[in-house]
């Protein structure tokens, strides 16, 4: 593993310093043993366990991995066979690395947003401890939240995250999850549509257009149908005269086909008779979703479960289903959105901000109920 470092740096293993130095081009630290070997060019520094780089200027980007400039210090330990690199960063450094991976070349509003959305999420996970076994807070992919560092750091998110620091949502319970997506495609979920939980106080279903008006109860299959179908022209992620970027804009309304053949193999059941949604929930996700084959029936749960089956980009879709014979021989699902559906539609937001939206205004778009609250 090679580091590459800026400026000056301290090199501390298993507590003791080796190295404090101005000028440090470049450390590699590789497994030996049962250990950890911290190499200067040629010249070995130490061995170890436990690998500290600390730079003198905590507030630059001053180490890079992989070519990729990362504030704070690093941390290297053994994990198993691997090495384990830990990046130990101030929470304001993290929620811009955050936010440039999701909605760097948003506009400044979005990009306040996108800022303050993280914040809340990051502070209210920090709580649940999800990798303490593992010894780190977050990882770096989409289980946690996708972080890339400095990299491609702007002034634009410098600014915005100067004028949002420390903001954060809230409800009557603290800092709310403030979880987010891609693409709605017209309507946002609720918490409930989507995860075994109640109803969350500021994650609640909106129609993504302006005006207030109430999200449509689209539990039934006419309702749902008629929606993606005949998609409310105005939402604000709407990809029709889209100010978004091009790459989001095939996933306001999207069709994914499969054969007979191979439904039968992802279900399980042999070959299909029947495909059908057994549970739809108020904002039209999909809760659960049957199949029936020569070898049985199968229920397929819950949204993401149901994603991740049939290879879906959200869980917002109708069935359109062709047979011959008794069996399936195709079937067309016909979606709206990527992603889970629940808080801010980044692309929404990101047309919101083009039309003069201002940040708390999206932020009340997207999250009813909820509150801004300076945190520090």
């Keep these: ?34 250990g950890l070997v911290v190499m200067m060019g040629d010249r070995e520094l130490a061995r170890g366990r436990e690998v500290k780089i600390l730079p003198t200027a905590m507030h630059q980007a001053s180490l890079k991995w992989k070519g990729c400039p990362y504030y704070g210090a690093f941390e290297c330990s053994l994990r198993g066979s691997s090495v384990q690199l830990i990046n130990v960063v101030p929470l304001e450094d993290y929620v811009r690395g955050v936010a440039q991976a999701e909605i760097g070349d948003a506009p400044i509003e979005a990009v306040k947003a996108q800022l303050v959305v993280i914040r809340s999420e990051v502070i209210h996970k920090l709580n649940l401890r999800r990798h303490a076994a593992e010894g780190f807070d977050f990882c770096t992919d989409n289980h946690c939240m996708a972080y890339r560092g400095a990299k491609d750091e702007n002034q634009n998110l410098i600014e915005a995250s100067r004028a949002t620091a420390g903001l954060v949502l809230t409800n009557r319970n603290g800092v709310l999850d403030a979880v987010f997506h891609c693409v709605c495609g017209g309507v946002t979920a609720g918490a409930e549509d989507v995860w075994s939980s109640p109803a969350i106080e500021g994650l609640s279903s909106v129609l993504d257009c302006s005006g ?40 306001f309304r999207w069709r994914k086909e499969l054969s007979g053949e191979e439904l039968s193999k992802l279900a399980g059941v042999g070959r299909v008779t029947e495909i059908f949604v057994k549970e739809r929930r108020r904002s039209g996700r999909v809760r659960r979703l049957q199949v029936i084959g020569e070898r049985g029936t199968r229920v397929f749960e819950k949204e993401l479960p149901i994603r991740n089956a049939f290879g879906l980009w959200s869980g917002l879709f109708i069935l359109q289903v062709y047979k011959a014979g008794g069996w399936v021989q195709r079937v067309e699902f016909v979606g709206a959105g990527n992603g889970h559906g629940v808080g801010l539609c980044q692309m929404g937001a990101w047309s919101m901000a083009r039309q003069g939206y201002s940040f708390e205004r999206i932020l009340q778009h997207y999250y009813p109920g909820a509150r801004l609250q300076k945190l520090y």
Excluded: H
């Design 1 to 34: 593993m090679a580091v590459e470092t800026v400026g000056a740096v301290r090199v501390v293993v298993d507590g003791n310093t080796v190295l404090d130095s101005p000028f440090v081009p470049q450390l590699t630290i590789s497994q030996r043993m049962n």
């Design 212 to 251: 207030n008006q109430q999200a449509p109860d689209l539990s039934s299959e006419e309702a749902a149908t008629n929606f993606i179908l005949n998609p409310l022209r105005g939402s604000f992620c709407d990809s029709q005269n889209a100010v978004y970027p091009r790459y989001a804009q095939k996933y």
